[in-house]
Nanobody, 122 residues
């Protein structure tokens, strides 16, 4: 069983930056892929970014060039660095771990964090 704990959300002005962290329990973290999804009020959960166990990265078109996903196996922690934030980035952000290789659907991830609110004001 893997538990994921997120931190780093908050309120930021448009154009600002935030970094989300996702710390995992368990020794197998280095073998896991890590993903980030977000869910805005009244909308479905959508893919943001993923990083495989080998370091390959994938991004939604809406965040490409602004967000960077990374993973520190020594700290059992995944990160999502968000820059040039826009009001439309406002959502609850969820980290996920252990995908079956189909990164874009939330149905294909085994473990989830509790979510972190990110609010971007205009």
């Amino acid at each position: 069983q893997v538990q994921l704990v997120e931190s780093g959300g908050g309120l930021v002005q448009a154009g600002g930056s935030l970094r989300l962290s996702c710390t995992a329990s368990g020794r197998a973290f280095r073998s896991y892929s890590v993903g980030w999804f977000r869910q805005a009020l009244g909308k479905e959960r959508e893919f943001v970014a993923a990083i495989t166990w080998s370091g390959s990265t994938y991004y939604a078109d809406s965040v490409k060039g602004r967000f960077t996903i990374s993973k520190d196996n020594a700290k059992n922690t995944g990160y999502l660095q968000m820059s040039s934030l826009k009001p439309e980035d406002t959502a609850v952000y969820y980290c996920a771990a252990q995908s079956n290789g189909q990164y874009y659907s939330p149905l294909n991830w085994g473990y989830w964090g509790q979510g972190a609110q990110v609010t971007v004001s205009s």
